[in-house]
């Protein structure tokens, strides 16, 4: 587990720390704080040798141009102030055991008598073991790489790694398929249904319909229908609930973990993230713009026998950006005030 993080020249975050993080943490602050890029900054810390992480993270940002038809990638948007030289670097770090480190360079052309060097950008992993790991993404003079480059760092990252990103926008059939059949025979399918009943208490089973390409839901006393009729707030919740079945051992990372839920069922939601986070050893980050989901986590904490979330709230200071941590008695006496305090707009 991730007991604090640094971050530097990355996005937002000039030179940011957190600290003393929880099994389960809540971020939140006001807009362009800096709630999305922790998420990230945590996305490509733990996707240890893992370059496609980086790529994933551009193109659910839409930092993308088209060139013939085919996306080219924009790296100088993941640095600070995009002010970028070969002085200038990137770094990650989880000053805790497992000690994860990441750093992030640009090396412009280089021409010398014996050789020219062709820009790149150099990604350099230090984890549990005692050497580093690198590897390069090849750019252009203008700092992007296009979808051929993508493909060569994909073949030559990671697998399996212990990590989800559920991004505000959701996720792609696709991809909650490969998850999906990775949890059969597991409690996954009994996991979903629990989450799901939080939407609609009659939902009985769910099964993924490959001819149609959609999920399924087997309600009571009726015949199954398809996920998608039962509205937004369905699809989230069944992608947050595989998602956090497949991170087993590892993290979840939730962008606007309430979006599509009813105020009503935010409450049951927290209960079954907090429950199976701790089944599952995952710890999650998720960020919120809602008074009621603040509400609601501050409710269900008060409900555990111990210290097992947190919130954040990200505020600046100038251009400094600073993390400010409540935890559960300090959260219930403010929620108990309405007070303004946590300003999350």
């Given amino acids: 587990m991730l007991n604090s993080i640094h971050i530097q020249n990355f996005r937002l975050f000039k030179d940011f720390q957190i600290n003393d993080l929880a099994g389960v943490n809540l971020i939140v602050g006001k807009n362009n704080t800096g709630k999305s890029t922790l ?27 088209e060139e013939n038809s085919s996306p080219r990638y924009e790296f100088e948007h993941l640095f600070y102030k995009r002010q970028v030289d070969n002085n200038v670097v990137i770094r990650l770090a989880a000053q805790n055991s497992p000690g994860l480190n990441l750093e992030i360079w640009y090396q412009p052309t280089s021409a010398q008598p014996q050789t020219v060097r062709e820009p790149f950008l150099s990604l350099t992993y230090q984890g549990a073991e005692d050497f580093p790991f690198a590897t390069t993404i ?6 992007t790489a296009d979808e051929q480059e993508r493909n060569r760092v994909q073949m030559l990252s990671a697998k399996d790694l212990p990590v989800q990103l559920v991004t ?33 208490p009659d939902i009985e089973r769910v099964a993924n319909q490959i001819t149609h390409k959609r999920f399924i839901v087997k309600l009571k006393d009726q015949q199954p229908v398809p996920l998608g009729s039962l509205g937004e707030g369905a699809a989230r919740a069944m992608g947050i609930a595989i998602s956090l079945s497949a991170a087993k051992g590892g993290y979840l990372l939730v962008d606007e973990i309430d979006t599509g839920l009813h105020y009503r069922a935010i409450t049951d939601m927290w209960k079954f993230v907090i429950e199976i986070a701790k089944r599952l050893q995952v710890q999650v980050f998720a ?9 609601s986590f501050a409710e269900v904490l008060q409900l555990q026998s111990e210290e097992t979330g947190a919130l954040f709230r990200l505020q600046r200071r100038g251009e400094r950006i600073e993390a400010v941590k409540y ?13 303004h305090i946590l300003e999350v707009r």
């Fill in 287 to 295: 960020t919120t713009h809602s008074w009621d989901c603040i509400r």
């Fill in 327 to 339: 935890a559960a008695d300090d959260l219930a006496f403010i929620v108990s005030q309405n007070s």
């Fill in 138 to 143: 090849r750019v252009g003079v203008d700092l």
């Fill in 39 to 65: 998420l990230e900054a945590i996305h490509l810390l733990v996707n240890q040798k893992s370059g496609i992480s980086i790529f994933d993270l551009i193109q659910s940002r839409r930092e993308t141009t």
């Fill in 168 to 200: 505000t926008k959701g996720l792609e059939y696709a991809y909650l398929v490969q998850l999906w059949d990775k949890g059969l025979l597991t409690s996954l399918e009994d996991d979903v249904v629990q989450m799901l009943q939080i939407i609609d």
